[in-house]
């Protein structure tokens, strides 16, 4: 995230509010260009599909939970691999071995279309649908994967150019071709659910432009590539698990309440494949679209000023500053830092709120039912908590509080999921509840465990309590690693 930092301080040493605006609009497209984009081209598809009289009811809510289910699981999928990743690339860069950056993308490559391709291996085996059509979901699923792969290494580079017009015009293509093949007339004939399974089709070529893109643009960025090494960064899981477990408990932690939730009350089953509840996972949705300030404020504020601040504390600590010059910037570093999370509580909780009065004209306006709006006036809270998590999860590992990001996580998921199971006997009534009082809980317990951090951030600099270990480490995915790149397995 330096990176940014740095792109946004230039625009910002500009007293020009066309400056301001653009340092803005970067910020936005580097955190939530590719996930705008996506979603757009999701709401645009489901939009038109509603206006084919060709499609039918059916029709359409498979394929849109079909491709809800491949994004939810591969964000999932990701987690396992996402936090351990991007710290070995990290150390990659300060090392200044960039071409190993590449083998290391080969590497994740492979690992990820093992575990989704064994993940849908166990979806195929109980699911009735069509073998054509699984296929295509299988199509789907490995390409979406290798998306967030590629995106996880496109933007460690700085490349955010290449990853915005990628996202684009796979989300152009997808919605052009959706509409084409969801006009014909014919397809019942040939296969069940062909109108569903062209749709996926039609999708899933928009995504493969995307990854083309993507792919291409990883040439370009890394133009010294090397092929040794292709699993060194499984080291790294025995070097920081806590990085495991923060990534992927927090992925899990996000859906969780959605998985209990799908056996509750209103629930459906689409095909004896596909577990859902409509009114839930709507409210759900529109609820994540308001954190989108909490994101965009983050980068532009804590990423320029904390940053700077930042920097210096651990200069003084890295080169031999002296006592008071240290506790001088430790302090001025606490203050922006306060200042700024402040801000950044301040605004989406004003952001948060207006949504929340608001929420009865915007549903009306979306000819959304009254009981969305219920539950959606809750998740909105549990998604200004769950922002906030995010975002002092970052820090926490800024810090290197590893331990404490950890723990954030771990009880992020465990609250939402007991919570959920908890409420479930509720009914409707009780949706929405688990997600902001569990979000809301993993929440200040992060803040105050970054407060108390931060009071002590200069003896954790020097002695690094925190990461104290066993005296025999485990060395088990070391000789995975070894071995995988020496045998050459996958």
Known sequence: MAGIGFRLQKL??????????????????????????????????QWLTSSLTQVSLEERELFNIAVSYCFIFSQVLLGLQQLIVTRYVA?????????????TCI???????????????????????PFLYKL????????????????????????????????????????????TLGQNTWSGAWMDHSTSFLLIVGFTMGMLITLFGLFMAMLVTFPIRETKN????????DKYPSLFWTGFLYNMGIWVCNWVIWFGEGNATLVDTFIYNRVYDTAIFWSYLTIIPTLIIFVVSVETRFYERYRVFYGY????????QIKRAKSSMRIVL?????????????????????????????????????????????????GMVLVITLLL???????????????????????????????????????????????????????VFLQDVDYHAFCRPHDLSLKLPNRSFTRLAALLDKKKIL
């Open 397 to 451: 590992l800024y810090f290197e509080d590893r331990r404490g990001a950890m723990y954030t996580s771990i009880l992020f998921f465990c609250c939402n999921l007991f919570l959920s199971v908890l409420f479930l006997p509720m009914g409707v009534q009780g949706y929405g509840l688990s997600f902001s009082i569990g979000s809301t809980i993993a929440f200040l317990y992060s803040i105050i465990r970054l407060i």
């Open 12 to 45: 910002f040493q500009e007293d020009y509010f066309s400056s301001r605006l653009k340092a803005f609009a970067f910020a936005g497209l580097v955190t939530s260009g590719p996930w705008l984009i996506i979603i757009t081209s999701i709401a645009c598809i």
């Open 338 to 386: 306060r200042q700024e999370m402040e801000r950044l509580i301040r605004s989406q909780g004003i952001v948060t709120l207006l949504l929340i009065l608001t929420a009865g004209y915007l549903f009306t306006a979306l000819s959304l039912e009254p009981l969305i709006l219920n539950i959606f006036r809750l998740t909105t809270i549990g998604a200004f908590s769950n």
């Open 107 to 129: 590497g994740m490559s492979k690992i990820t279309l093992a575990i989704a391709i064994m993940a849908w291996g166990l979806f195929a085996w109980f699911s009735p649908l």
């Open 317 to 324: 600590i890295n080169e031999g500053g002296t006592l008071q």
């Open 91 to 103: 150390d990659l860069f300060y090392e200044k071995q960039f071409s190993y950056a590449f083998s």
């Open 230 to 237: 292709q699993y060194q960064f499984l080291s790294y899981y």
């Open 136 to 179: 295509a979901l299988l199509t789907l699923f490995i390409t979406i994967n290798l998306i967030w792969v590629l995106f996880l290494f496109l933007s460690a580079a700085k490349n955010y150019q290449a990853v915005a017009y990628s996202f684009a015009a796979g989300g152009i293509t997808a919605i052009a071709l959706v509409y």
